[in-house]
Each structure stands twice: as structure tokens, then as C-alpha cells.
């Protein structure tokens, strides 16, 4: 076993002991960012198997590069995880916070965390919440905070940090990103600063908490907002017999015009999730926030019911039953991550029924407990309807099939299924 007191400390860092409660996609990373910069750090999670895992060096995520960040930090006894925290001067609670009933947020994970944590806080200390979280979050933690340790009130610097990594670029954004940090007052957002510059090589931005909060709902509700227009534009355009793709890209040739890319829906844990903690909370304002969710949210459904028309389409025109490829479950290209994902929603949707004339694509990884997999080329070779959910690079590598319905809702090939001219 490490104990911390026997290890050369980093003398230049003001910080002896750096606890980061919460070990997962951005908790996990930031441990290790940080031990590798000298500092001490102790991860503590709630999972006592992710805990073994980070202990024997070896990391239970899929993120480019970490495992040999985290086996070099473990290795040289720069971070150490328990299930439970300790003293530290610095504690960053990087937990998940989900819904709770009809899209509400549930920050009781960050509240839970800072309770754990509450008995180990001493005069001095830095307490920053990185969890998403719905705007007022880190006062209340600070009112509870204070309520049970009254006298830290005045010596505790307590302030909000939203993390803004992209999974699968995670290293390099972690260091390379600026930072928007809100303290509960000037001297927190201060100190807080002087943590992130440890690591942080983009700009520092100081502000208050609730602004901080309300900056990361901002952002991915911007870029939700900004993928809808382009997911409504691909309706429009799928019933005017336009070519959503290129129209995009003539628009797009105007000096101020960037509008995104269309797709199967809006999925992950982070932009399909955040926006709805704006409307929960300011419902009469948010009503393009909120109808952005509509709309990506029904762009997955739409294609589900475009695939049941295409098949009894094709049974008329065969007198049989089409295959189908589904092509992609992840919620996004070139990863394994299937949370919240419209591709994976589609093809429950459509296997609903009957599962027997469908073959499920997913080439970034070898096993799902519910969908069998077959190979993307095989699959691609055999069906009668090609429905391609995300634009994996593989996917994009395969010639067009003139001869099979394609269905290109990610935008692999960018071409209609069939010219329609009907000015002809
Ligand atoms: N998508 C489109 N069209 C596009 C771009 C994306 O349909 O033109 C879809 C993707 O296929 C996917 C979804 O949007 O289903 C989200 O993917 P993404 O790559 O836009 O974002 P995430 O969820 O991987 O990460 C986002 C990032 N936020 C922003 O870009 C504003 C990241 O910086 C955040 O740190 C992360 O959310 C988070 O944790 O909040």
C-alpha cells in the first residue's frame, strides 16, 4: 500500500492533497491530469470495483490515452482511490447528475458527495463542483455546507467549474480548453483559479457561480438548438425532394451562415440531458430550448417510422419481407458509447415486433446484450434496405448500393435514396 507521507512532495504546489470525489468520464481524466503535474491526488467513487480497477493501474472507461496516464500516476503513487474521502485541500466533485421525473434535474449524487465530504473540510480549503448542475447548485451546497460546519463560514472557498471535454479528445480539452470559474464570491473564484492553473493551459475566466452554472447549460443547449435547425431542415427538405446535405453546403458557403450537420437525433449524456435543466426551471422562457429537444427528439423517432414505410413498401413492390441493415447503435461516430442513443432507440423502435429480418451494425463493439451483432460489411452486402444511424468511417468506406433502398439519415453518402424530379 501508498502512503502519501512517504512520497517526495512537489514543494512548488500549494496543494498537498487534491481529492477528486467521482471517478468517471471527466472525474477519472482530471485525477490523472493532475497527478501527473506532481500533486498528490486521492479519486474516491462510490464503486468499489472501479476503485480495484484504478488501483491495479488499469481504468474501466474508453477514453484515447488515459489508461497510460492513470498506470503512470498509480505506478508512482501520484493518485491512490478509495471509497472513501479524507482530508484534502482541494475537493472537486465530478459526479453524474440525471432526471428525476418528467426531465427534472436530480442533483442528489452532488449533494450526497458534498455530505461525504463535509466531515473532512478544514479552514482553508477549496471546495469546487464540476457536475452539471441546474443553476443555484453550488449556493445550496454552500448553505448546506455551512449549516453543518458553521465555523468554516468565511474559510472555505467554494466555486462552480463545468467541464467541457469532448469524450474521445478528453486529454487533450482537459489542458487545453479555457475554463469558466464562478466562486460564491471573488476570493473563491480566486483561489479556485489558482487549481485550475495547475493544469489548465487555455484561458481562465473568472465570474460567479450561477453564471458559471447557467455558461455550461448554455453551451450545449446552443449547440442542440443549432443541431435541430439542421434536423428540421432535413424534414423540410426530405418532403420538398431537396438534398439536405448540399443545400447545407451552399448555405453555408455564405460568409456568416455555419449551420451543422443533420442526423438520426441528438444522443449522449451531456447535450440530450443538459437542456432540459433549463426548461425545467423556466419553462414560459425557454420555448426554443425546449423545442430544439422536441425536434431532435422526434428526428430519431421520424426515422424509425421512415424504415416501417420503407419495408411495407418493399413488401408490396417484392411480394416478401425486406433485410434490413441497421448501420451504427453508438450515439455518435468512431465511439462505443451507446448512452442515449438515437440509433440504438431506432432500432428498438423498429425490432419492436419482430426482430427475425433485421441485422444489427455496430463495428465499434464486439458484444450487446440485446442486439446481435453482424458485420458491417456483411450486413451492408445482404440487405434490402440500408439504414445507416451514424457515419462511422468504416460506413463511409463502402461503394453506394444502387441496387438496395438506402436510407442515409447520418449522411454517409450525402445522396438522396433516388433522384425525384418531379418538375420532369
Ligand atoms: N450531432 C449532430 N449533428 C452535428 C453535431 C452533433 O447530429 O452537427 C449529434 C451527434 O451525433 C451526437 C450529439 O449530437 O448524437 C452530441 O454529440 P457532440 O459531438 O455534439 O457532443 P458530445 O455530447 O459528445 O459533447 C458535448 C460537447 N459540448 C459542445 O460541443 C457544446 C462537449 O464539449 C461537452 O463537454 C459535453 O457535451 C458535455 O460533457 O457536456
Redesign the pocket.
Known amino acids: 500500500m501508498v502512503i502519501y507521507g512517504d512520497l517526495p512532495v512537489n514543494n512548488k504546489h500549494w496543494i498537498m492533497l487534491f481529492q477528486c470525489i467521482g471517478l468517471g468520464y471527466i472525474g477519472l481524466p482530471t485525477a490523472a491530469v493532475v497527478a501527473s503535474k506532481g500533486v498528490r491526488v486521492h479519486g474516491v467513487d462510490v464503486n468499489d470495483r472501479v476503485v480495484d480497477t484504478i488501483n491495479q493501474g488499469e481504468i474501466h472507461i474508453v477514453e484515447p490515452g488515459l489508461g497510460e496516464v492513470v498506470r503512470q500516476s498509480v505506478a508512482s503513487g501520484m493518485l491512490l482511490a478509495s471509497v472513501e474521502p479524507k482530508k484534502a485541500d482541494v475537493h472537486l466533485i465530478v459526479v453524474p447528475t440525471p432526471f428525476k421525473g418528467v426531465h427534472e434535474p436530480d442533483v442528489s449524487f452532488v449533494e450526497a458527495a458534498t455530505r461525504k465530504v463535509l466531515p473532512f473540510l478544514k479552514a482553508g480549503d477549496t471546495f469546487i463542483i464540476e457536475s ?1 448542475s441546474p443553476i443555484g447548485t453550488t449556493e445550496q451546497m454552500a448553505v448546506l455546507i455551512f449549516r453543518e460546519r458553521p465555523e468554516l463560514k468565511g474559510n472555505l472557498f467554494i466555486a462552480y467549474c463545468p ?5 474521445g479528445n478528453v486529454l487533450h480539452e482537459l489542458v487545453h480548453n479555457d475554463r469558466v470559474i464562478g466562486g460564491i464570491d471573488e476570493a473563491s473564484t480566486l483561489k479556485a483559479k489558482e487549481f485550475y492553473e495547475l493544469f489548465v493551459e487555455g484561458e481562465l475566466y473568472g465570474t460567479n457561480a450561477r453564471t458559471a452554472e447557467m455558461c455550461k447549460l448554455t ?2 443547449s ?2 442542440d438548438v443549432q ?1 435541430a435547425f ?1 434536423n428540421e431542415l432535413s424534414l423540410i427538405c426530405d418532403k420538398a425532394g431537396i438534398n439536405v446535405w448540399e443545400l447545407i453546403a451552399l448555405a453555408n458557403r455564405h460568409p456568416r451562415v455555419n449551420i ?4 438520426a ?4 449524456h ?2 440530450a440531458v ?1 437542456p432540459w435543466f433549463i426548461v425545467s426551471e423556466y419553462p414560459r422562457e425557454s420555448r426554443l430550448i425546449g423545442t430544439a429537444r422536441e425536434i431532435n427528439n422526434y428526428k430519431a423517432f421520424w426515422c424509425a417510422e421512415k424504415i416501417h414505410s420503407s419495408m411495407l413498401e418493399f413488401e408490396l413492390k417484392h411480394g416478401r419481407k425486406p433485410l434490413v441493415a441497421l448501420m451504427g447503435l453508438a ?3 468512431n465511439i462505443d458509447d451507446l448512452r442515449e442513443s ?1 440509433a440504438k432507440y431506432i432500432a428498438q423502435k423498429v425490432m419492436q415486433s419482430e426482430q427475425n429480418n433485421f441485422l444489427v451494425v455496430e463495428p465499434n463493439i464486439d458484444f450487446h446484450s440485446v442486439f446481435k451483432l453482424t458485420d458491417y460489411q456483411e450486413a451492408y452486402d445482404r440487405a434490402d434496405i440500408v439504414a445507416f444511424l451514424v457515419t462511422h468511417d468504416e460506413f463511409k468506406l463502402l461503394g453506394y448500393r444502387d441496387d438496395a433502398v438506402v436510407l442515409d439519415f447520418a449522411g454517409v453518402f450525402k445522396r438522396l435514396p433516388e433522384p425525384r424530379m418531379s418538375w420532369v
Open positions: 452539471t467541464e467541457r471535454v469532448l469524450p453551451e450545449n446552443s449547440r443541431i439542421a451543422l450537420q443533420p442526423g437525433g441528438v444522443g449522449g451531456c447535450i443538459d450515439f455518435k461516430p438515437p
